[in-house]
T-cell receptor, first 115, second 110 residues
Framework: DAGVIQSPRHEVTEMGQEVTLRCKPISGHNSLFWYRQTMMRGLELLIYFNNNVPIDDSGMPEDRFSAKMPNASFSTLKIQPSEPRDSAVYFC?????????????FGPGTRLTVT | SQQGEEDPQALSIQEGENATMNCSYKTSINNLQWYRQNSGRGLVHLILIRSNEREKHSGRLRVTLDTSKKSSSLLITASRAADTASYFCATDAKGNKLVFGAGTILRVKS
């Protein structure tokens, strides 16, 4: 299995531009998570999906952030418009959720720099 | 807010020594997990311990859980330079999502 795939690996954009991050979870996994990691705030859960349905988006910082999962093999995280404070590493993770416990498999991350 | 808090924030040891990292949390949990992150990479799952377990082993890793003190420890025995990484505990409190701590940065000097 190729693991969780994220693209792009690096993104540099100017303030005000739209940014779209992409994720392909591990085949057969039914849960998908988007995280943001910064030195100041650590690893933050932004949103997660079960069976393609958003379950908890309480971590999404603002309306500028949106996430979709149109099918079991693809998800996007969009920031529009982007701001310098959005600069971070964004991780996607997936898991096969079995009641009570599961481990998450992380992608390599997308390093976003907003200038 | 973070559920788990690791201690120490950073740890530097010599190759061959043991490394111990601690994690404290605030609420009741279903299980607690430890992850490793190498620089510039995603997190990798190391071990999961259920709330009704007290100790678990996996290779050179030993994890303990004390639910009365709401704390866990990760012991890496006979450390290697390749163990240099950040280590995070993550708590599963509601069976829905993991909450990660701030992490311990481990440096193993050869």
């Amino acid at each position: 299995d190729a693991g969780v795939i994220q693209s792009p690996r690096h993104e540099v954009t100017e303030m005000g531009q739209e940014v779209t991050l992409r994720c392909k979870p591990i085949s057969g996994h039914n849960s998908l998570f988007w995280y943001r990691q910064t030195m100041m705030r650590g690893l933050e859960l932004l949103i997660y999906f079960n069976n393609n349905v958003p379950i908890d988006d309480s971590g999404m910082p603002e309306d500028r952030f949106s996430a979709k999962m149109p099918n079991a093999s693809f998800s996007t995280l969009k920031i529009q418009p982007s701001e310098p404070r959005d600069s971070a590493v964004y991780f996607c993770a997936s898991s096969l959720r079995i009641t009570g416990e599961y481990e998450q498999y992380f992608g390599p991350g997308t390093r976003l720099t907003v200038t | 807010s973070q559920q788990g808090e690791e201690d120490p924030q950073a740890l530097s040891i010599q190759e061959g020594e043991n490394a111990t990292m601690n994690c404290s949390y605030k609420t009741s949990i279903n299980n607690l997990q430890w992850y490793r992150q190498n620089s510039g990479r995603g997190l990798v799952h190391l071990i999961l311990i259920r709330s009704n377990e007290r100790e678990k082993h996996s290779g050179r890793l030993r994890v303990t859980l004390d639910t009365s003190k709401k704390s866990s420890s990760l012991l890496i025995t006979a450390s290697r330079a390749a163990d240099t990484a950040s280590y995070f505990c993550a708590t599963d409190a509601k069976g829905n999502k993991l909450v990660f701590g701030a992490g311990t940065i481990l440096r193993v000097k050869s």
